[in-house]
């Protein structure tokens, strides 16, 4: 009973990967081709330049700290407009959400919505 | 999802082929594009290695550290305040050489040519394009009378962790009933400023729990406490106040050996177990290299990319930085993360000959003010260009409101995910 519980659940997670890594791709594709062009593009490392110093608390892990890995664009996005404007509370990401500017967290929301594709 | 199990399933779908130049993006032109040497494998040099590695794996990278393991200064704190043990902030560097392939040499620089662009260890000449300096600091014992050598058993610093942060756990562990804990603290600028603070809440913590009648006096150099003073103030005041006895302006000028007492201008004070943080500084390997200007203590950097002001093709990047070049960011491990960053990208940007890009850092300073609750304070630092200086941004600083568990959760979590960071 249980396994096929598993069985079902884990074909529907493999089935919604694809789904939204395929969605992700293409939606980004212009933004991609930017990244993809070279590690010596600007946009590459203007990209990684904002986006980097978050990884100090943000990781591969869920403890405590969420990471931003295969979390979804529009969702980290929203998250920071709401830390910036006060709306949602959090004793430090409503500091360091108010470092940047609304073109620099679309950036560091497409990359972390991105990197959750290929990174280990 | 790991990113073996996403190529299995995108071929499902026939599209690896389409995803496949973007996943070894880096793989494609596979030539030896240069040769970064780093010295010092800390917080900087090791988040500069690996984000070059991580971003262009056709870099050859080589560190020179003295040290086979990686002991890391911050959550040291946590071992002294009985917490963790040192095993819990050790770690190897095995995965930067098995999945970096980033090239360890365990000797000690004896100094750099940079005409030739080489740098000497005591057993080899290393050529290098580019030289990342992350040397950390250096603890000056020069102002403090009678120090020796052999002070250190009775007057450990444990400002650099390892041994020394061993020595003072115990010391602070086999503490009987009604001794006497000192803490001596420097004048800024030294590495970690709200770390003193943080040190004297954990042993107060630990005093009050398991002994009685023990007093934690701190003689600080400075004439208040230097870093989220009103947080500090107020966890002392509201659970320590029969323990800690804080003194302002009382820096410490000398020792006496024998009988194991702390000098300040004022006062004798007898010590059952004390923990002499002395002044600090760039390491004398720097200065003897000319990366210092004359009279400094700091090395002198470009805000823009941490190259040195003073010679090409060498950066020079983590605590042992000139402030007064920089900007006001502290001497930090998270601060020495993000600067590795930086310095990182504008290697590459350099090696491969495309535009720089300004530099953006974040800092944030987890402390715990007991066992059970910490304080933070963050900000977020761009590149000021009128005023050629790193800055915080405006709005984008602060402390945490007040103490909370979910701190003391957050501060352990972020050691561990920045250690992957650097190590994984």
Redesign the interface.
């Known amino acids: 009973m249980m396994k096929g519980i598993m069985k079902y659940i884990s074909s529907y997670f493999?089935l919604c990967?694809?789904f939204v890594?395929?969605n992700v791709?293409a939606e980004n594709k212009d933004f991609?081709k930017a990244?993809?062009s070279?590690?010596?593009?600007?946009s590459f490392?203007?990209a990684?330049?904002?986006s980097?110093?978050?990884?100090?608390?943000?990781?591969?892990?869920n403890?405590?700290?969420p990471s931003l890995f295969?979390l979804k664009e529009d969702y980290i996005y929203n998250a920071l407009i709401e830390y910036q404007s006060d709306k949602r509370e959090h004793?430090?990401m409503q500091?360091?959400?108010?470092?940047?500017s609304d073109e620099e967290l679309k950036i560091i929301s497409k990359y972390y919505s991105l990197q959750?594709?290929?990174?280990? | 999802?790991?990113?073996r199990l996403?190529l299995k399933?995108?071929g499902?779908?026939g599209?690896a082929t389409?995803?496949l130049?973007?996943?070894s993006?880096?793989n494609t032109n596979a030539k030896n594009v240069g040769r970064v040497v780093v010295l010092g494998a800390g917080w900087g040099g090791l988040s500069a290695a690996k984000?070059i590695k991580q971003?262009?794996p056709e870099v050859e990278v080589i560190i020179i550290e003295k040290n086979k393991e990686f002991t890391s200064c911050p959550m040291s704190n946590w071992v002294i305040g009985q917490l963790k043990s040192m095993e819990d902030i050790t770690f190897s560097f095995d995965n930067l050489k098995n999945k970096y392939s980033i090239k360890f040499i365990h000797e000690e620089a004896i100094n750099i040519d940079p005409s030739k662009k080489v740098i000497k260890t005591d057993k080899q000449e290393l050529s290098y394009d580019k030289l990342i300096l992350s040397p950390g600091v250096e603890l000056d014992y020069s102002s403090i009378e009678n120090w020796k050598e052999d002070s250190l058993y009775n007057f450990p610093a444990a400002w650099k962790a390892g041994p020394e942060t061993q020595l003072l756990s115990n010391k602070v562990k086999n503490i009987s009933n009604g001794g006497v804990v000192v803490i001596s603290i420097p004048l800024g600028p030294y590495r970690c400023p709200p770390g003193p603070y943080e040190r004297a809440s954990l042993i107060a913590s630990y005093l009050k729990k398991y002994k009685k009648n023990t007093k934690l006096i701190i003689l600080d150099s400075n004439q208040k406490i230097v870093s989220k003073g009103a947080l500090f103030q107020e966890a002392w005041d509201e659970l320590y106040s029969d323990i800690i006895e804080y003194r302002a302006n009382s820096g410490v000028v000398g020792i006496d050996n024998l009988n194991n007492k702390f000098m300040t201008d004022f006062e004798e004070i007898k010590c059952d177990v004390a923990n002499l943080i002395p002044s600090q500084r760039a390491p004398k390997f720097l200065k003897d290299n000319g990366l210092i200007d004359k009279g400094a203590n700091w090395a002198a950097v470009n805000p823009y990319d941490f190259s040195s002001s003073i010679t090409n093709d060498v950066f020079i990047i983590g605590d042992s930085t000139s402030q007064s070049n920089v900007g006001g960011v502290p001497k930090s491990g998270?601060v020495a993360?993000?600067m590795g960053?930086?310095c990182a990208?504008a290697v590459?940007?350099e090696l491969?000959?495309?535009?720089?890009?300004?530099?953006?850092?974040?800092n944030?300073c987890y402390s715990l003010v007991s066992s059970e609750e910490g304080i933070?304070v963050?900000?977020?630092?761009?590149y000021n260009k009128e005023d050629n200086k790193i800055k915080s941004?405006k709005?984008?600083?602060?402390l945490?409101?007040n103490r909370?568990s979910?701190?003391k959760?957050?501060a352990w979590?972020?050691a561990?995910?920045?250690w992957?960071?650097m190590l994984g």
């Open positions: 493999f990967i694809v890594s395929f791709f991609l990244v993809d070279s590690h010596t593009s600007k490392i203007e990684r330049s904002l980097l110093p978050c990884l100090g608390c943000h990781g591969q892990s403890a405590s700290i295969q004793y430090l500091i360091i959400s108010k470092g940047y959750g594709l290929y990174n280990e | 999802m790991n990113r996403l399933n995108m499902n779908l599209v389409s995803l130049p973007f996943i993006i880096s984000t971003i262009s998270y993360n993000s960053k930086v990208l590459i940007a491969y000959d495309v535009e720089k890009v300004s530099p953006s850092l974040i944030t933070s963050s900000a977020v630092y761009n941004i709005g984008a600083t602060g945490s409101p909370s979910l701190i959760d957050n979590d972020w561990t995910n920045i992957k960071d």
